[in-house]
T-cell receptor
Framework: ETGVTQTPRHLVMGMTNKKSLKCEQHLGHNAMYWYKQSAKKPLELMFVYNFKEQTENNSVPSRFSPECPNSSHLFLHLHTLQPEDSALYLC????????????????FGPGTRLTVT | QKEVEQDPGPLSVPEGAIVSLNCTYSNSAFQYFMWYRQYSRKGPELLMY????GNKEDGRFTAQVDKSSKYISLFIRDSQPSDSATYLC???????????????FGKGTKLSVIP
């Protein structure tokens, strides 16, 4: 595997389910990110982890719970979601979070297409 | 006023045309400016990033930043069908000493290059 991988690629879940999204980066990066991409809306940054420590939480509802056990893996745990949470969830990684060379050059995974019914 | 404005298109051009994609922004504190390309069913990939006003060229792509007008552009010369994708502008503001930053994306412009 190379780059940033995400599983599953597609997920359909009911509002009472609990599921998890997984992201793995094979680039030796130290920072990882979760984004939400909805139709006709800008990409929204949800969470940032740097060296396994969460540095950003952009007012994301508690029904989304991130976990970063090490610099290569990132999870997004989902529970009691709403239909408006249906979107493409993208994971990204970068060498660092600061400066023009590190934080700006983010490498994205292909995303998980989530549908909440 | 939204922080970043980007015309969603769609924009359709013939092969070989020069394409101009633009974003305007309201926060003069943004420091880094980026363009990402996103193919259908794929994640975005970084095309260009710039730190200051002026032009930056990479092959057929030129990124232009005008901080005084709060306006950034991406030009694609000799456009190819393989350039058909959604182009996202993004802007970053780092908070000095805090180790955190604000990253704001435009909605994206969908481009189709017709053979």
């Amino acid at each position: 595997e190379t780059g940033v991988t995400q599983t599953p690629r597609h997920l359909v879940m009911g509002m009472t389910n609990k599921k998890s999204l997984k992201c793995e980066q094979h680039l030796g990066h130290n920072a990882m990110y979760w984004y939400k991409q909805s139709a006709k809306k800008p990409l929204e940054l949800m969470f940032v982890y740097n060296f396994k420590e969460q540095t950003e939480n952009n007012s994301v509802p508690s029904r989304f719970s991130p976990e970063c056990p090490n610099s290569s893996h990132l999870f997004l745990h989902l529970h009691t979601l709403q239909p408006e949470d249906s979107a493409l969830y993208l994971c990204a990684s970068s060498q660092g979070i600061g400066g023009s060379s590190g934080g700006s050059e983010q490498y994205f995974g292909p995303g998980t297409r989530l549908t909440v019914t | 006023q939204k922080e970043v404005e980007q015309d969603p298109g769609p924009l359709s051009v013939p092969e070989g045309a020069i394409v101009s994609l633009n974003c305007t922004y309201s926060n003069s504190a943004f420091q880094y400016f980026m363009w990402y390309r996103q193919y259908s069913r794929k994640g975005p990939e970084l095309l260009m990033y710039t730190y200051s006003s002026g032009n930056k060229e990479d092959g057929r792509f030129t990124a232009q930043v005008d901080k005084s007008s709060k306006y950034i552009s991406l030009f694609i010369r000799d456009s190819q069908p393989s350039d058909s994708a959604t182009y996202l502008c993004a802007m970053k503001l780092e908070y000095s000493g805090a180790g955190s930053y604000q990253l704001t994306f435009g909605k994206g412009t969908k481009l189709s290059v017709i053979p």
